[in-house]
């Protein structure tokens, strides 16, 4: 099992940014799926970014595609979100998440460990 902690929510103008950080420990594998999803209030869960650790691919939604970064030089079993030019509509409570390598990154069921979850507000 992998424990999942974030950090980095918060308020912020429209346009603004915002860094989301999650820390993993436990069960670490060097190859290993680590995702972001976003549910904002009467919606479902939905995938944000993730990236595949040992190749360090990434992968976005189309929605916030150019806007939000996973860097791929991230502190060991550390990952951030880099979110840029925010706007109302991303806000929601945003998940880290973690699960085995897949390249079904988009699925919340290939992932089987889950952070507690950050509040993103961006105000308009």
């Known amino acids: 099992q992998v424990q999942l902690v974030e950090s980095g929510g918060g308020l912020v103008q429209a346009g603004g940014s915002l860094r989301l950080s999650c820390a993993a420990s436990g069960r670490i594998f060097s190859s290993y799926l680590m995702g972001w999803f976003r549910q904002a209030p009467g919606k479902e869960r939905e995938f944000v970014a993730a990236?595949?650790?040992?190749?360090?691919?990434?992968y976005y939604a189309d929605s916030v595609k150019g806007r939000f970064t996973i860097p791929a030089a991230n502190a060991k079993h550390t990952v951030y979100l880099h979110m840029n030019s925010l706007k109302p509509e991303d806000t929601a409570v945003y998940y880290c998440?973690?699960?085995?390598?897949?390249?079904?990154?988009?699925?919340?069921?290939?992932?089987?460990?889950w952070g507690q979850g950050t509040q993103v507000t961006v105000s308009s």
């Open positions: 998440a973690a699960g085995p390598k897949t390249l079904r990154v988009r699925m919340s069921a290939s992932y089987d460990s």
């Open positions: 990236i595949l650790r040992g190749a360090d691919n990434t």
